[in-house]
């Protein structure tokens, strides 16, 4: 085989469920396909997060012999403090009326967060352009925030495009210069799935930042 065909492979290999037993997990962060009785799946791998969720499922009944697998979501991270997005809101605030960004990390060692403030290169009141800051050896980007100065949180196309690679959960807040909106949603390699339910102690301490 052609030695970059197996160096993707082996990047990005592909497993066949067993039928009797558990899948072996992945020892390392990475992507996989597991190919299952009931379709194709993509697993992702981080410290803070398992990710399974069905590519596609078969065109005709057959035969596979193999095991079945189930979408799955492990928040292995636990939950994110209130706190850091009450301090993104303030940075956003002081921003007005332009936009401004900020990372919450994981560190996977000692299991604490943190915001790490973005360095813009442009920002204004319609976009943020900004450097990619590298983080501390075993910390991970676990939310990608970024704010719409005085217009509502919603993602946009360049947002899309801005994500598609990631895995990660992006957060938006608008109307910055009162109690924000909120728009979250999972971004994991080009999927993006809107999270209706944005959690409440966020809420009540952006409703009590705004005061």
């Known amino acids: 085989m052609n030695p970059v065909d197996l160096i993707l492979q082996r990047s990005f290999p592909s497993v066949m469920v067993p039928t009797r037993e558990a899948i072996t997990p992945m020892a390392t ?3 996989r ?3 299952a009785s009931n379709g194709v799946f993509l697993e992702i791998h981080r410290p803070w997060i398992r990710f399974v969720r069905r590519l596609g499922a078969f065109e005709w009944q057959t035969a596979v012999p193999y095991g079945r ?3 799955e979501t492990d928040l292995r991270c636990g939950s994110i403090s209130a706190d850091l997005v009450a301090e993104f809101a303030r940075i956003a605030r ?7 960004g900020a990372w919450i990390v994981w560190d996977a060692m000692t299991g604490l967060f943190r915001l790490e ?7 204004g009141p319609e976009h943020l352009w900004y450097e990619r800051p590298a983080l501390r050896e075993g910390e991970w980007l676990v939310v990608d925030c970024h704010s719409h100065g005085r217009d509502k949180a919603y993602f946009s196309s360049t947002d899309d495009e801005d994500d598609q690679h990631d895995v990660k959960l992006a957060l938006v807040l608008g ?4 109690t924000p909106s909120v728009a979250l949603r999972l971004c994991a390699k080009g999927r993006f799935e809107l999270q209706a339910g944005i959690p409440d102690h966020w809420l009540a301490v952006l409703a009590r930042g705004a005061v």
């Open 29 to 31: 962060p990475g992507e």
């Open 117 to 123: 403030r973005l360095t813009a290169l442009s920002h």
């Open 69 to 71: 697998v189930e979408e």
């Open 175 to 178: 109307n910055c210069d009162r």
């Open 94 to 100: 002081v921003a007005l009326p332009n936009e401004a």
């Open 33 to 35: 396909l597991l190919i």
